[in-house]
């Protein structure tokens, strides 16, 4: 089944304690993404990755790091965690180049920083 | 992207067609219309896509007029489970950022 996987679903951390948030897809798609959900806010694009070592900065990216060193993974790494990160958040990917991408999203992790 | 406006929410009876309207009056020639659903903090999910013709799948239908400044998303025969909030998203081909509004929160009740 075509999928896009993170991990975990739940975290609940504290301030300054690094984490990473893993994203996984089975579908050889060359475009990954993080984006943010945040009440009143919407989603709002963290950062993206067009292929492997390939990433750039999307609206929010202050206090994120990511990495794109296989196809299929793109993990979000918060160094410092702070409250203000407390968020959902959402990992996507679709093909590159295709006239009609469609963007596939996974489940979302929760992230409480205390 | 083109700016779209949706109303903020809208009620629909079970069973009934779900008529959700979107104005995209900035709309330039290489943009299409795409529709994206997200159900209570789930991961969003696409739903359908047109460019200037119709479109039909089995999840809904999409009518875009022929100035293509607005379209309507149609659910069919609406049931509990397509409550959500839906997106309508206007976007250029080479454009892989999904920019986001507000949405319409589609309440579909017994």
């Known amino acids: 089944e075509a999928q896009v996987t993170q991990n975990p679903r739940y975290l609940i951390t504290v301030t300054g304690k690094k984490l990473t948030v893993t994203c996984s897809q089975n579908m050889n798609h060359e475009y990954m993404s993080w984006y943010r959900q945040d009440p009143g806010l919407g989603l709002r694009q963290i950062y993206y990755?067009?292929?492997?070592?390939?990433?750039d900065k999307g609206d929010v990216p202050e206090g994120y790091k990511v990495s794109r060193k296989e196809k299929r993974n793109f993990p979000l790494i918060l160094e410092s965690p702070s409250p203000n990160q407390t968020s959902l958040y959402f990992c996507a990917s679709s093909l590159f180049g295709q006239a009609e991408n469609i963007q596939y999203f996974g489940a979302g992790t929760r992230l409480s920083v205390l | 992207d083109a700016k779209t406006t949706q109303p903020p929410s809208m009620d629909c009876a079970e069973g009934r067609a779900a008529n959700l309207p979107c104005n995209h009056s900035?709309?330039?020639?290489?943009?299409?219309v795409y529709w994206y659903r997200q159900i209570h903090s789930q991961g969003p999910q696409y739903i359908i896509h047109g460019l200037k013709n119709n479109e039909t799948n089995e999840m809904a239908s999409l009518i875009i007029t022929e100035d293509r400044k607005s379209s309507t998303l149609i659910l069919p025969h609406a049931t509990l489970r397509d409550t959500a909030v839906y997106y309508c998203?206007?976007?250029?081909?080479?454009?892989?950022?999904?920019?986001f509004g507000a949405g319409t929160t589609v309440t579909v009740r017994a």
């Open positions: 900035t709309i330039s020639g290489n943009e299409y």
């Open positions: 990755s067009m292929n492997v070592e390939v990433t």
């Open positions: 998203i206007v976007r250029a081909l080479n454009d892989y950022k999904l920019s």
